[in-house]
């Protein structure tokens, strides 16, 4: 069978998306950073570095040579956001569609990510993929939905949608990419939000609290950048809220809770291969959102903790004194 998709990035989520590719005995290439990982999916099937629990198919070819990207049709992005303007600028330039995967805003720049790949590529067809997602059970062959907003609208999805779905892979349409990207970008800063509230044990009624006023949160900051509120409250938004607000299997819950336990963010991230997104987000996402006059506590109190200004306890007991307020001016 000719490979017609590629799938850029071998981390946990990359690693998933190809198997997911690969689950029908399709052909798919996959380039991984780490020549000890291109080794290890050739030869042994395994990604034990960033995805451990799964046997990946033969159909699968890792290589560590993005010019053999050349002619595919489909390119997933799935490096970590702080990493996709170097490596989209190495890709063999073309006029395949580029499907953004990462779930990020560019630090030191405030760009999302279609941005970043517009300038590096501008001949390229944009979309972006994003959803509650988590890897292992997308490799496992678990049912699990997808946002995949079209740049190119009803076109461009009719070209990429026969190539990514499979049994257990459904992708929903829209053409809003602004909302789907700022959706996954925004729910990893809440989620380790949610984190912190675990850590502290501060109880099931102040992570609903924190969900309901991190989405109002959400819903500020997207309209104010063009986003449409329904997409917000799809699979790529709310959608991905329930799921890594309230799991340990999120990296980023699991960085807020070594952080409400007392941790400092710096030591909670040290050493770890895995990356969790909201702890590069976070800050660029509260510059941005002072800068435009967008209120967005919950993310400034996520940058607080970060920064180590403050215990955990106390940033919450300024979260608590601040003054009231009427609930539905959050989404005006
Ligand atoms: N893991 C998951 O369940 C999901 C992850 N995502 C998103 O996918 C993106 C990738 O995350 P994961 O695959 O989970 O990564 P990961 O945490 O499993 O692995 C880290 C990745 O970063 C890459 N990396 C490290 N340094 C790099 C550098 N200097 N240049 C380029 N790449 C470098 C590694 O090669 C590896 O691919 C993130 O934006 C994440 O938010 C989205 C949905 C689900
Ligand atoms: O985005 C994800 C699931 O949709 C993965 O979340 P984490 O990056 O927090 O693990």
Same mark, same amino acid.
Request: glycine share 10%; charged share 15%.
């Given at each position: 069978m000719t490979c017609k998709v590629g799938v850029i990035g071998a981390g946990a989520w990359g690693t998933a998306l190809a198997q997911s590719l690969a689950s029908d005995g399709s052909?798919?290439?996959?380039?991984?950073?780490?020549?000890?990982?291109?080794?290890?999916?050739?030869?042994?099937?395994?990604?034990?570095?960033?995805?451990?629990?799964?046997?990946?198919?033969?159909?699968?070819?890792?290589?560590?040579?993005?010019?053999?990207?050349?002619?595919?049709?489909?390119?997933?992005?799935?490096?970590?956001?702080?990493?996709?303007?170097?490596i989209i600028a190495l890709l063999p330039k073309?006029?395949?569609?580029?499907?953004?995967?990462?779930?990020?805003?560019?630090?030191?720049?405030?760009?999302?990510?279609?941005?970043?790949? !517009? $300038? =590096? /590529?501008?001949?390229?067809?944009?979309? %972006?993929?994003? *959803?509650?997602?988590? #890897?292992?059970?997308? +490799?496992?062959?678990?049912?699990?939905?997808v946002t995949l907003a079209c740049a190119g609208g009803e076109a461009q999805w009719d070209r990429l949608a026969p190539l990514i779905v499979r049994h257990t892979l459904r992708p929903y349409y829209s053409d809003d990419v602004i909302g789907a990207e700022i959706g996954g970008a925004v729910k990893n800063v809440l989620a380790i939000a949610c984190g912190v509230v675990e850590g502290l044990n501060l109880?099931?009624?102040?992570?609903?609290?924190?969900?309901?006023?991190?989405?109002?949160?959400?819903?500020?900051?997207?309209?104010?950048?063009?986003?449409?509120?329904?997409?917000?409250?799809?699979?790529?938004?709310l959608g991905d809220m329930v799921l890594t607000c309230n799991s340990t299997s999120s990296r980023n819950f699991s960085?807020?809770?070594?952080?409400?336990?007392?941790?400092? !963010? $710096? =030591? /909670?991230?040290?050493?770890?291969?895995? %990356?969790?997104? *909201?702890?590069?987000? #976070?800050?660029?996402? +509260?510059?941005?959102?002072?800068?435009?006059?967008?209120?967005?506590?919950?993310?400034?109190a996520v940058c607080r903790l970060l920064k180590g200004d403050a215990p955990a306890g106390t940033v919450v007991e300024d979260m608590l004194a601040r003054p009231l307020r009427a609930e539905q001016e959050a989404s005006t």
């Open positions: 052909d798919v290439l996959l380039w991984a950073r780490e020549s000890e990982v291109v080794a290890e999916i050739n030869a042994q099937h395994r990604n034990s570095l960033f995805l451990p629990s799964a046997g990946l198919s033969p159909t699968i070819r890792a290589t560590g040579d993005l010019a053999e990207m050349a002619g595919l049709s489909a390119l997933l992005l799935v490096v970590p956001a702080q990493f996709l303007a170097s073309g006029e395949h569609d580029l499907v953004l995967c990462a779930k990020g805003i560019e630090a030191g720049t405030g760009r999302l990510m279609s941005d970043v790949a !517009a $300038a =590096a /590529a501008p001949d390229a067809q944009l979309a %972006v993929l994003s *959803g509650p997602t988590f #890897a292992h059970e997308v +490799a496992a062959g678990l049912p699990t939905a109880g099931q009624n102040a992570r609903a609290a924190l969900i309901a006023r991190g989405y109002a949160e959400m819903l500020r900051f997207g309209i104010a950048r063009g986003a449409r509120a329904e997409t917000l409250a799809g699979l790529c938004g960085l807020g809770l070594a952080i409400g336990q007392g941790q400092s !963010a $710096a =030591a /909670a991230l040290s050493g770890k291969n895995s %990356v969790a997104e *909201g702890a590069a987000t #976070a800050p660029v996402l +509260a510059e941005l959102a002072a800068r435009e006059g967008i209120d967005m506590p919950i993310v400034q």
